[in-house]
């Protein structure tokens, strides 16, 4: 007989068994994990907080909003607002925001709020009166308040028109214009313009001018003054040529160094 045949097969190695725990082992390991569980949420709540103790995230709400606090407390985050804004200007916060997570926003510069529902039809959708029922016209509404961010890149104050898309033909951004259609909004993209001072965010204010309007600095230069009728939609966030915009919209109850 060869070598070879004399060999015996290797035996396969044995599985080591799991020792089973005895039932007041398996209580003890369960009352460790719900203690550690326990632990942890007791060490991360604050950090919930924090966005909101902060202001982190400074948001623009969606019309009808109370203070950041009330609103918070009465949102339900169910996303009813969210379905009804004719041009998706309500976003939900991710999880990044603590106890601001799921809580409707809206990202002006992207897409503000331009009242083309007119009958308010977010707060109309709000089942919990977050968004106050009280609030009846845009002319109420007290989103946050426009500030001139950046006035030595306004295109008015350096006596400039525009022309052209105003945020560029691949911008989504969507406005009613009421001289187009008066009831949907449509893409800027395909509204261009041709200025011979920059004022779009003038006349695209859905307010007038008693929210902003240009006022002339010498020497032919303009600049944006926003009024009192300002109720921080967004729009001339939105419609601003430059890049970053040159006006901003501060959050109601913000305060501004």
């Given amino acids: 007989m060869t070598t070879e045949a004399k060999e015996k097969p290797a035996k396969p190695a044995r599985k080591k068994l799991r020792r089973r725990l005895t039932r007041q082992q398996q209580r003890r390991r369960m009352l460790l ?55 998706n200007a309500i976003l939900l916060a991710d999880m990044e925001e603590g106890f601001g997570t799921g809580a409707p926003y809206i990202d002006a510069r992207a897409q503000a709020c331009d009242f083309s529902c007119d009958a308010l039809s977010c707060i109309l959708a709000c089942p919990t009166g977050a968004l106050s029922h009280s609030t009846r016209t845009k002319e109420e509404v007290r989103v946050g308040v426009a500030r001139l961010a950046r006035p ?17 033909k691949r911008f989504r951004g969507r406005l009613r214009y009421e001289e187009v259609d008066r009831w949907n909004a449509i893409p800027i993209a395909e ?58 919209i501060d959050p109601f109850g913000e305060e501004v160094a």
């Fill in 191 to 248: 509204h261009p313009y041709d200025r011979e001072i920059c004022d779009l965010c003038v006349i695209e204010c859905p307010i007038g001018e008693q929210a902003i309007r240009l006022e002339p600095l010498g020497g032919g230069a303009m600049t944006p003054v926003v009024g009192d009728g300002c109720v921080g939609c967004g729009v001339c966030e939105m419609v601003c040529p430059e890049e970053p915009t040159c006006i901003v």
């Fill in 152 to 168: 030595e890149a306004c295109l008015a104050r350096k006596r400039r028109g525009f022309r052209g898309a105003a945020r560029g």
């Fill in 33 to 87: 994990r719900s203690g550690l569980t326990g632990f942890a949420l007791l060490v991360l709540q604050p950090i919930a907080h924090l966005p909101l103790a902060r202001r982190a995230y400074a948001r623009l709400r969606p019309p009808g909003a109370s203070e950041e606090r009330g609103f918070l407390g009465a949102c339900i985050k169910c996303g009813q607002c969210v379905q009804v804004c004719p041009v």
